[in-house]
């Protein structure tokens, strides 16, 4: 019993910890704010549960499993909040490669700033995106 | 267990020494608050590892502790950089996204 217990336990610390590598890989690898947070939620979501979970298993008391828990829960509530402060305020900066974009149901809405003084990236859109290339 | 703890160790470092790579190479601000928060949320999962590979609960609260940070200091920062708007386009701050009892305050004559 406490074998199998032991076995689940590191498979999921292991997928876990799979998880948070390949965050470091996107956070590296992807061009723009919003695909390299599209990797780092990753670990933020699925990675720490399955931690908790095996670490909740290993540590084999309720009062540890409830603060595990705990702490789960609040990065379950506090990511989607997060996230959405980070992509407004990166689309607004014009953090976002536009022409990589599939979908921009905000182009031309007044969502982007026009005049801007601030930390734009060096590959930042041009301040005026032209028309929409039909697809 | 060894085998597997530093399997754990060694996935999680580099997970983390990417993030840093990101955090120094970063061209904006906002690519730096998306690499500390995936940094601070692999600590967390660093902290739990050691936990669970030393059977001690001594760092569970930790846990807790860092995961509150990490929320707090993303939303702080961005917020920060929401508020280094220069001009408002529209003239009563719409496009700041201020909330609407702050506009509607500011209509007042």
């Keep these: ?135 | 267990m060894t085998v597997v703890g530093f399997a754990l160790y060694a996935l999680i470092g580099a997970g983390a020494l990417l993030a840093l790579v990101r955090l120094a190479l970063g061209p904006s601000l906002l690519d730096r608050v998306v690499a500390t928060d995936t940094l601070l949320v692999i600590i967390s999962a660093g902290l739990a590892v050691y936990a669970a590979l030393e059977r001690s609960p001594t760092v569970v609260p930790v846990l807790v502790v860092v995961s509150l940070l990490a929320f707090v200091g993303s939303v702080s920062v961005a917020r920060y950089i929401g508020g280094m708007l220069l001009r408002s386009r529209t003239g009563d701050g719409r496009d700041l996204g201020l909330p609407l009892a702050a506009e509607a305050q500011g209509e007042q004559p």
């Design chain 1, 1 to 135: 019993m406490t074998a199998l217990a032991d076995v689940v336990a590191f498979a999921c610390l292991l997928a876990g910890a799979a998880l948070c590598l390949t965050a470091g890989l996107g956070l590296v690898r992807f061009p723009d704010v919003l695909s390299r947070m599209h990797a780092g939620t990753k670990p933020q979501v699925l990675g720490v549960l399955l931690v908790m979970v095996g670490a909740a298993i290993r540590l084999d008391g309720w009062a540890n499993a409830w603060m595990l828990l705990l702490v789960a829960a609040f990065q379950l509530l506090t990511a989607p909040v997060s996230a959405h402060l980070i992509s407004r305020v990166a689309y607004r900066r014009r953090h976002v490669r536009r022409d990589l974009l599939l979908v921009d149901e905000f182009r031309g809405a007044g969502h982007q700033d026009v005049w801007y003084q601030g930390d734009e990236p060096k590959d930042a859109p041009p301040e005026e995106p032209g028309p929409v290339q039909p697809s």
